[in-house]
């Protein structure tokens, strides 16, 4: 009897101890993948890209900067989306640096650019990094970089300085991102006019903004078309037909960056404007808002502005050339925006 109620002990322990176990596997299993989840929805490499401002000091040292610039721009380009300078011939009390968006050009700012000049602005639009070349199915855009667009950035700031008193910077989309960014590290900014900015997409949950972003930045890249029916035949036919996971990928780390480094700093520019198209169907504005809440944390001098639904705009609200575009009223608004 002895032998045998010892028996049983043993195995009811052997059992105990073994679930025990199998408890612990699991736990330490759930513990991983939850460790691995909450990773993956923090966006990675995200570090302060800082500024190194050398600007300008006088309206030829400026001229100066925009001819090295001209000369680095690739042969292959098409003309029209070359550095634009529409200058006076002298410093001007404003001058606006116009920032376009992913896979656009400086074709897409040139009308408004115009009127601006026409009101006395020295303007300055040119191409970010890979862009504005004239293959349009170039695959160049894929390696744009959130360094490349802080020192794209820097180099209009530095340009700008030179050509008037008073700077004004209005970036759209991932110009506006970049125009954020600017913002945040730059004090000879007197505002900064950030516009549908790409801090997220609408297609993403806000929530999976950052997992999306670090997913993508592990995958191979693709190439996908902004229309997929259109397919090259989108207009406008001076802008790039398709877009890169990468590249947007490297957008959003930007603007992930711009966000980790308000939180605990204030905004250096002046001033900062944020406009919003409420019928926006790229452009999460629920992640631009999260931007300007912490600006606003911060008693940063910001605005806000919205163009209503009702409007129906598209997501490009500035290039002429795109279809149903409403630019007679856009471009007043934005001007009246500028010059308050």
Not at 57 to 73: D, P, T, V
Not at 175 to 188: E, F, H, L, M, S
Request: aromatic share 8%; glycine share 4%.
């Amino acid at each position: 009897m002895n032998y045998s109620m010892s028996t049983e002990k043993n195995s009811i322990q052997q059992k105990l101890l073994s679930a025990i176990q199998q408890w612990w596997i699991i736990l330490l299993i759930s513990g991983l993948l939850l460790t691995i989840i909450f990773s993956i929805l923090l966006p990675w490499n995200i570090a302060t890209i800082q500024s190194h401002p050398r600007p300008a000091h006088n309206y030829s040292e400026a001229l100066q900067l925009i001819k090295i610039l001209r000369e680095q721009e690739s042969q292959a380009m098409n003309p029209l989306c070359r550095t634009q300078l529409m200058t006076h011939g002298k410093k001007t009390e404003h001058t606006i640096i116009l920032v376009h968006g992913y896979t656009s050009d400086p074709q897409q700012f040139q009308l408004l650019g115009t009127r601006l000049y026409a009101l006395g602005y020295n303007v300055l639009i040119a191409p970010l990094p890979h862009h504005g070349l004239a293959d349009r199915m170039t695959d160049a855009h894929a390696r744009l970089t959130a360094e490349e667009l802080t020192a794209y950035a820097d180099q209009s700031v530095d340009i700008a300085q030179g050509l008037g008193e008073k700077v004004i910077m209005m970036g759209f989309s991932a110009g506006g991102v970049t125009t954020a960014w600017a913002a945040q590290q730059r004090k000879d900014i007197d505002l900064a006019v950030i516009i549908s900015p790409a801090f997220g997409f609408k297609k993403v949950p806000t929530p999976l903004t950052a997992a999306a972003m670090n997913v993508y930045t592990l995958l191979p890249d693709a190439l996908e078309w902004w229309d997929p029916v259109l397919k090259e035949k989108v207009l406008p036919a001076h802008a790039y037909p398709r877009y890169s996971r990468h590249a947007l990928s490297q957008i959003l780390r930007l603007g992930f960056t711009v966000q980790a480094e308000a939180k605990h700093k204030h905004p250096a520019a002046n001033k900062i404007l944020v406009v919003f198209n409420a019928n926006d169907g790229m452009i999460n504005n629920e992640m631009a808002t999260k931007m300007v809440r912490i600006w606003q944390a911060h008693h940063a001098a910001l605005t806000t502005y919205e163009f209503e639904n009702t409007l129906k705009l598209g997501h490009d609200l500035i290039d002429p050339a795109q279809p149903d575009q409403r630019t007679d009223i856009v471009y007043p608004r934005l001007i009246k925006l500028i010059n308050k």
